[in-house]
């Protein structure tokens, strides 16, 4: 049978970026292009004592159906982390426990958008954000990514010509590629422009612990007296993705709206994993193992930093990026960007074409993303060794 | 703010089901409304071994991102599986794993319906799946369930006379709510009916080896020479439903947009989940599993049935199921449904109003759903005793 798809779903392509991780599942190849955890970042240990008590004791609530909204005691501790550590959380707010955060941005888009409404989006930004506005049958309208953020008299000027906007999607911390971060005048005056035209924002923190260098900067959902924000956070990149809990913290009348979503979508997140996190809060330091994942992470950083200084020099343009998982490059102009990739591949080395963040990836760019969470210490030398080889190919 | 919420998700209403649940988590209320597996039907024992095992031998790949398709030796060994138990499986098939079932109806909506393109159902139906239609913006038609399964005449009017119809949504064994399984000349009338029509059968089979009595009916996939049919199947209920495991096999085309799907709805489902279904096939005796739950469910719907034949007498019309976890009962006419519901949550006692299966909840009917799985054996005398008080208040 040949299978007439949704418009929403015809009009997306299996993407660059997943031709590009398809050959990552080789050995062989370099990991420069995925965006995973670094494995020593992973509490192991802690992890299996917690499953062993929670299997010991209370194995039928772990393997039992559970409520949409989450497991009430995480919900609990994820309330007073966000108001301990970001000063996030209003009477009108309340905590969603979701499969990944990917969820969040799946029921958001679910509960505001109409098919044809728009999404306005940082460009570049992150593909998995973009294919989930794209699977609704959203517009995605693009604003500029400048070092201190996204430019907001472009967004404001958006805003007042373009029609069904709905929300505004931003990752302010070591954003995805681009690595920047949001200042905190930009985070200002972006939720007073919201708030002006009464549009919501989408605030994406997946990275936010993961800052190596530089000030915390206060996260836009901590301004919000109003309850446009919608604040998206994960345990993806501190505990593990492989468990898939992360949660949002929003408006209950929002979060009331996206619980009737969740409960036609996978019903609820798995209480296992739930319970496995909510354990890790009570009886570890959760703070501390931040603290050195922070350090892991700021030796990979600065290692790849030093050999893009060194192999690449001069034929790549970057800004360091005070924390997340990405360095944002880009090459010179007479140097066929997809071109260049495809040398890398052939030299053993998977990178994603910047192509794949864009709003229209039909447009050019000659940009690059570099990951150094998943390659080893050995992989990121080689890796950016082999890569100004390809350089050296141009000159 | 007060948010304009999208059309789709607008007129999707908290449902009468969730009220009532929401009584049932009072532990006082004996739970007669729920769907829950019986607690002494998990393999606890294996769950903890085998979770030691994954995260002793091999904890990164357990907590690291997996793939959308799902866990590759778990989708080898339930495409076996499949093989082996219901000869399911030609070269154009391909499994998708899932969280929950729930997400299989959810990808299947997302990737073939339009909003405002028509879903065809039993009526009465599940009311999960029911929201999920609802919640693409899909038109449901009802067709109605006789004793042994979906009127396939009316279908066949229905498709004859109806635009835009993408799939055939159902139940075939041991039906929720109805509890009747569809007999195997309806089943080949249905796949023809639809091959004729060019119309997708979503095969949604969570209750399938809950069966207690009569003969095991061949699937309707089995009979998919055309790949127009999506086999829905679950681990929800015969191993744990807070896992969140479940899986669809369908034709690879259709498959590869679900997969598309997916990456942007949860990414992927929980690795460690994935690896703890996985190793419970290859290291124990499912099989055997299944039989014991089959004679823990048969022990508790016999007993169910005995109290109801006891206690509620000729008040009631119902047709003993051969499987499931349901009893779908008639109340006298001159009963009022929801006035019987309330009066017996007066006697703390839930059962589902019959009202939430329908396709249209403004309609009535006389029905009740009983579930036997949840309670223990004690409050399923107890709470069919008080029903039975109840019965006594309109005589």
Redesign the interface.
Known sequence: ?K???????SS?Q?SAI?EILKATSNPEIIPLA????A?DA?P?DE??AI??EI??TN????????VSEGYQPLRDTIADWLKQRENIGADFDSVLIT??A??VI?LVT??????G?TVVCEEPSFI?SL??F??YGCKLKGIPVEDDGMDVNALEDVLKTTENIKFIYTIPNFQNPSGTTMSLEKRQKLYAVAKKY?V?ILEDNPYGELRVSGKRVPSIKSMDT???VVYAGSF?KIL?????VAYCCA?K??V??MT??K???????????QMIVYNWFKKYDVDAHITKIQNIYRKKLTLMCDCIDEYLGDFVEYVKPEGGLFIWCKLPDDVGMLDFVQKALEKKVAVVPGKAFLMDDTQSTQYIRLNFSTPTDDGIVKGIKALGEVAESYR
Chains 1, 2 share one sequence.
């Open positions: 049978m299978f007439t798809f949704s418009n929403k779903i997306l299996p997943r995925a965006g995973n955890p494995p992973f192991v992890v299996k499953t062993k299997l010991d194995p039928i609530e772990a393997l039992q159906y559970g499969s990944g990917t969820q799946d679910k509960v505001l958008c109409n098919e409404d998995g294919n989930c794209r699977s009464g919501v109003d309850g446009i993806s593990s993705p492989g468990l898939r408006h009348d929002l009331a709206k009737v979503g409960q036609a979508s996978d019903v609820h997140t798995p209480c296992l994993n």
